[in-house]
């Protein structure tokens, strides 16, 4: 007995001393991502400074409150990631910031849309009315980050390193050979020539269709991109294109002789040239500010008004539910509208779209605020690099829309899409099912036999019925006949440029485009921005969901390297569900 109880008593001690180890290392975590978030308040930028943007990370809408988001779970250390409204606020304050003199661009291979960068580089374009100077300096320039630098006033790159011009691309996967193999039939009804989202999933390449507008809107966006750089550089766009369509950047000389570079240097020798450039001497040390520790030196609270506009984020697919950061919910999304109507400080809102769609049902849920909301104030919507499909479908009922002229939007389609895996349990895996009903088709959408011709021509009347409403949306929204919508629609996605051209989209520029016709709309001369959903903070909460959420994740990128897109893309098919109106490939314009 005796013995006994000496196990059981050192157990318990085993237990105690184990859950207080964890509580010390939950508690050291939670210590470590709060001070990340709080240690610059105080920054004291020095006179002569340079603001330092280096863009390593994929940027998302808005910095998010999360501090586990970028947790290194092995380091035990946190590192907030700016949104694109911080950068662009950064942007915004360094123009007046007398402090600093100049900035430079640091970029490095990042994956982000066109649209975000034309909102980063805008707001660098403006930054040189101040009369101040941009620098540019990498060992390598991708075609996006060279993008974004080509708007410096000096371009430096190492004298060993490497510009790409070579054009874009698109790259659909199609995952026909896949299903076949594993004995799965896609059984697809859907309204449409162009709505190529189902395609991947029942051919091994483009329908004639599919290339068509892939070739128009692809070549709008290279066509931007090349004039948008010809001005800045003052080059010509012809000879840009030959530059791609014959590799002629093959080494750094040929860089600078083509004035896309404007020198050669290494970084020691870049960093003479700005000690210069401010006015310091040789061996002084030239003062840096980070971006992201900038963004915490000053307020970015404007000036108190009890007359708001409102910003309202819509990012990611759409769905039934309350949704997340990533994910937009028809539940969360509506009541966020709502509250904005109802909100009598709330004079305009703005609703930024970043979504390839989804939901048929949840898009027609938020649509209804929208429309309500049109009602009730201003309502102003702008586009970030997707709003496609059911996130145009949301974006219809607003006054204005905003798009930047590399929007990917339009995709004015439904489909629907079931996964008949009969094959794959019958004969691949030897499973057989067998079923009692109360009915002939109680088990419509039974995904373990293929449907029949009566339940076909039930969802193709839902998909039509739905295509139907659809396309009134956005007549009604746009001021369009039907019969125009429908021959502009037909799940066909269009650049901004084209959009525009169309009447799908009013103005062609960013997020603060919007804010600003928001507000003249309600006839503000001072006011306050406000973003929401309103992002809550409960550190316990967050750290659980993420300690497995970021592990897993991470995980999983590692070992599929580039291929990490395509895994996500066939993990989609996992949630989907109902009438669809959503642009469910991707594609890296590269």
């Known amino acids: 007995m005796r013995q ?178 594993l004995g799965i039939e896609p059984e697809v009804i859907r309204h449409g020539k162009y709505k190529s989202a189902i395609e991947p999933f029942i051919l091994d390449k483009m329908s004639p269709e599919n290339r068509e507008q892939t070739r128009k809107y692809v070549g709008d966006l290279w066509e931007h991109y090349l004039a948008s750089i010809a001005e800045s550089r003052n080059v010509g766009k012809d000879e ?19 004035k896309l570079v404007d020198k050669l240097a290494y970084y020691d020798e870049l960093q003479s040239d700005l000690r210069t450039k401010i006015g310091i001497g040789e061996k002084e040390k030239i003062s840096f500010v980070e971006l992201k520790k900038y963004d915490h030196s000053f307020s970015k609270t404007e000036s108190y008004s009890l007359k708001k506009v409102a910003v309202i984020y819509a990012v990611g697919e759409i769905n039934t539910g309350k949704g997340d950061e990533e994910s937009i919910g028809s539940e969360k999304m509506a009541e966020t509208i709502r509250t904005a109507r109802l909100d009598t400080s709330i004079r305009a809102i703005v609703l930024r779209v970043n979504s390839p769609g989804g939901s048929a049902l949840a898009s027609e849920i938020i649509w209804r605020e929208m429309n309500l909301a049109r009602k009730a104030k201003p309502v102003v919507v702008s586009m970030g690099d997707v709003a496609a499909s059911g996130g145009y479908y949301i974006s219809c009922a607003a006054d204005t829309i905003v798009a930047e002229p590399n929007t990917i939007t339009g995709s004015i389609g439904v489909f629907g899409l079931l996964m008949n895996t009969k094959k794959l349990f019958n004969d691949k895996l030897g499973i057989t099912f067998d079923t009692v009903k109360t009915a002939h088709y109680s088990d419509l959408g039974n995904s373990t036999r293929p449907l029949e011709p009566a339940e076909r ?134």
């Open 240 to 258: 840009l294109q030959k530059d791609a369509d014959e590799l002629l950047i093959q080494t750094p000389e040929d860089a600078v002789t083509k």
């Open 457 to 590: 021509n039930v969802i193709q009347k839902e998909v039509e019925r739905i295509y139907a409403t659809f396309i009134t949306r956005v007549g009604e929204g746009r001021h369009l006949d039907t019969a125009i919508v429908d021959g502009i629609g037909q799940g066909r996605v269009w650049s901004g440029t084209d959009a525009k051209r169309l009447g799908l989209v009013d103005v062609l520029g960013g997020v603060n485009d919007a804010i600003a016709i928001a507000a003249r709309m309600a006839k503000l001369e001072k006011y306050r921005v406000v973003a929401l959903p309103e992002q809550k903070e409960n550190f316990l909460s967050k750290f659980i969901e993420n300690l497995s959420e970021n592990t897993q994740t991470s995980m999983i990128r590692k070992e599929l390297g580039e291929s990490y897109d395509y895994y996500k893309q066939l993990s989609r098919l996992r949630n989907m569900s109902g009438i669809r109106t959503e642009l469910i490939y991707s594609f890296d314009l590269k």
């Open 4 to 181: 006994f109880l000496k196990f059981m008593f050192a157990s318990m001690l085993g237990f105690i001393l184990a859950g207080v180890v964890i509580i010390l290392i939950i508690f050291s975590i939670v210590t470590v991502a709060v001070s990340s978030l709080t240690k610059d308040k105080d920054l004291s930028v020095k006179d002569k400074s340079v603001l330092e943007i280096t863009l390593d990370h994929p940027i998302t809408e808005r910095t998010s409150s999360d501090p586990f988001r970028n947790f290194n779970f092995r380091d035990i250390a946190s590192s907030i990631d700016l949104g694109l409204n911080d950068i662009i606020k950064g942007i915004a304050h360094a123009k007046q910031d007398n402090h600093i003199k100049g900035i430079l661009i640091h970029p490095a291979a990042f994956h982000t849309g066109l649209a975000t960068l034309e909102e980063i580089r805008n707001a660098l374009i403006d930054f040189k009315k101040s009369g101040k100077f941009i620098y540019a300096y990498a060992d390598d320039y991708t075609q996006g980050s060279y993008y974004l630098s080509s708007v410096a006033d000096k371009i430096f790159m190492n004298p060993q390193g490497e510009l790409e011009l070579k054009g874009f691309t698109a790259n659909i996967p199609f995952f026909k050979g896949t299903l076949e193999k």
